[in-house]
Structure formats: C-alpha cells, structure tokens
C-alpha cells in the first residue's frame, strides 16, 4: 500500500472512524483540513494508480483491511468523497 492510503486507513478510519467522525464524508473532510490539500492530491493520484493496476475487488478489499481499516467503508461510492 502506498504511503498516503495507508495513513489513510491507520489515522482515518481505524475501527472507530464512525464513532469519531459519523461518516466517509467527514472522515475525508477531516483529512483535507488535517493534511492540508497537497497531501490529499497526493491520496488521489495514489488512489488511481491502484486501480488502474486492475487489481480484483477482494485484493483491494484485502489491500485496504490489512492496515486495520474496516472494509465497510469500501462500499461507499468514491464519488461521494471526492466531492468538495
């Protein structure tokens, strides 16, 4: 996992994201004001590199929870945290 996604997961959306933040949305909104824009710019081009790589969902899904992220949130649609 790139650099970025794995702050993400580990600092983000650990196991109580949705005790913490209520939502992706704020979790995301959180991060942007957090990390400043550069380093959400930097999670973007990171998020597209992985899935132009044509990975399967389940190793995506494996990707994501082995640094401890919950893998519900993997069902939000990514339009609605790429908003704003």
């Known amino acids: 996992m790139t650099h970025q996604l794995e702050h993400l997961a580990k600092a983000y959306f650990h196991q109580d994201y949705d005790l913490d933040s209520g939502s992706v949305s704020l979790v995301i909104d959180s991060l942007r004001k957090g990390e400043g824009e550069a380093s959400a ?44």
Request: aromatic share 2%.
């Open 41 to 84: 710019a930097e999670l973007v081009s990171e998020i597209d590199r992985l899935l132009a790589s044509h990975q399967s969902d389940r190793n995506l899904r494996d990707l994501w929870s082995s640094n401890g992220a919950p893998p519900t949130i993997l069902t939000t649609p990514v339009t609605a945290c790429a908003t704003g």
